[in-house]
């Protein structure tokens, strides 16, 4: 049950099993296990775990409880999500903006898709601290 949530997690973030390893402090073995459910995680590898992700352990141990994003998401809205959660080239902890920011990328249009991922990416290319805006005009 733990293995296809960590997975989706790991797979949404952009993450190598080995990067999401060395991330949380275990061996990639360990978390290859988790990911086949061949091994639980312990109590105290899983707080590890959920902490990184901003995810409480219902969200792994309880059917019902929701997912930081729908759970059918199309290249393109991976992509999105996947440049919402690196600014600059970094890639931060899934947290609870971020989570609603994935929910709201699920009922976008294609063209919107398209749309926000470029802004995303001009958005990416202003340094930190910038007081440069960018300005959106509206298409006549």
Known sequence: MIGRK????RETSGLTQAELAAALGI?????????IDKRD????????????????????????????SPP????????????????????PPVDS???L??????????????RLLGY?????EIPDGDDDTIVLKKRA
């Open 6 to 9: 960590l997975k989706f997690l």
């Open 72 to 91: 059918n998401l199309s290249d393109l809205e991976i992509e999105v999500v996947n440049a919402l959660r690196t600014p600059l080239g970094k890639k």
């Open 41 to 68: 995680p312990d109590f105290a590898t899983l707080k590890i775990i959920c902490d990184y992700f901003g995810v409480s352990a219902d969200y792994f141990v309880l059917d019902h409880a929701a997912p930081i």
């Open 101 to 114: 920011a994935a929910q709201a990328i699920g009922s976008l249009s294609e063209e919107k898709l398209l």
């Open 120 to 124: 995303v990416k001009a958005l990416q």
């Open 27 to 35: 061996s990639r073995s360990a978390l290859s296990l988790y990911e």
């Open 97 to 99: 903006n971020l989570a």
